[in-house]
């Protein structure tokens, strides 16, 4: 089996993307902690332990799990998790950043409660675990990294504290890729689509059903939203990822879904305007020069609305 006698850590594993990815992880021979204190997907308290549930799932089918009722935001709670791994599983090979909810707003109306609990979760949350795991990783010169990140990154709409956290991971994992790589351990960020509680519950749905009905989106583009699938469809390419087949591929950013695996360009200047020597540039000549020389071709995401 793959992953026989590797131990991973994946957090938000009780649920979603990161339940399968543990399943199968687990499936190929790897011992699995679920760190995931449960909680609705606003982050706010809910009864019960999902990631207890979840590993007496896998342990039913026969793979080794346990539960580690913790939250990523808390940056002592993740080094015990780590140090717990360790004891139980002989080490932390396999990292995987799955944690994750959502408080959705405009900025104007977003709280300072909605942007801390967010970026706490899925930055510095990421931070914490990676900064426990990779002493471990290094000193056996052996680990994977993989953090879920999201096309929200590129630029959202009513989730800024979503898609700058997530671009903050993104920009993490290419830091940690080039800081830990030469130790045999790599770190790359998936930007999954797949339906769960996250991203088609029926708030969800009946969102789109309105957006459809009042023309904001097509037909087309309703279809495709309804036809999401399972987080089943990440998992096979994580595992790839946490492999020995994936180990020269570092600091990468891959964009998987149903039927689909694609990578990222990494992000590169496009064009430049040059001035010689030490000269500054004066402004009229930005004004001439920056529509012609820089800007060609562009395009405003978000221009004014025409009255
Ligand atoms: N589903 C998608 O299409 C999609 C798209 C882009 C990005 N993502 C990212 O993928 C990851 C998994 O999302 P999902 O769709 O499986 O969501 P999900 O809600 O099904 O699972 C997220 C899990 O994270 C756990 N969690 C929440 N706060 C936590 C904390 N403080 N510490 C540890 N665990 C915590 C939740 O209890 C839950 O079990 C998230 O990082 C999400 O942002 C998902």
Avoid at 109 to 134: C, F, Q
Avoid at 278 to 301: C, H, S, T
Wanted: net charge neutral.
């Amino acid at each position: 089996m793959e992953f026989e006698g590797k131990a991973a850590i994946i957090t938000g594993g009780a649920r979603g993307i990161g339940f399968t990815i543990a399943e199968a992880l687990a499936k190929q021979g790897a011992k699995v902690a679920l760190l995931d204190p449960g909680g609705a997907k606003d982050g706010s308290h809910e009864a019960g332990s999902p990631a207890d549930e979840a590993a007496a799932a896998i342990r039913a089918g026969g793979g080794t799990a346990m539960a580690i009722n913790a939250s990523v935001a808390d940056h002592e709670a993740c080094g015990r998790a780590v140090a717990l791994c360790d004891e139980k599983f002989g080490g932390v090979d396999i990292l995987v950043n799955s944690a994750g909810v959502l408080r959705p707003k405009m900025l104007w109306n977003m709280p300072e409660a909605d942007w801390d609990i967010v970026v706490a979760v899925h930055l510095k949350g990421t931070y914490n675990m990676i900064h426990h795991a990779s002493k471990r990783m290094r000193e056996r010169r052996w680990g994977r990294i993989i953090n879920m990140a999201s096309e929200a990154w590129r630029g959202t709409v009513g989730q800024a504290n979503y898609g700058a956290a997530k671009g903050g991971v993104f920009s993490l994992t290419r830091a940690a890729a080039r800081e830990l790589g030469r130790y045999g351990v790599t770190a790359n960020t998936v930007c999954p689509a797949a339906a769960t509680r996250l991203t088609m519950d029926d708030a969800v749905k009946e969102g789109f059903r309105k957006r459809l009905a009042a023309g904001l989106i097509t037909q087309q583009r309703f279809d495709e939203v309804m036809d999401m699938g399972g987080p089943e469809h990440i998992a096979p390419f994580v595992c790839y990822l946490a492999s020995d087949h994936a180990a020269a591929i570092n600091g990468q950013a891959f964009r998987v879904e149903q039927g689909k695996v694609a990578i990222y360009n990494d992000p590169e200047i496009k064009a430049t305007l040059m001035k010689t020597g030490r000269e500054v540039f004066d402004f009229a000549e930005l004004i001439d020069m920056v529509p012609k020389a820089l800007l060609q071709g562009y395009v405003n995401p978000a221009p004014p609305e025409k009255s």
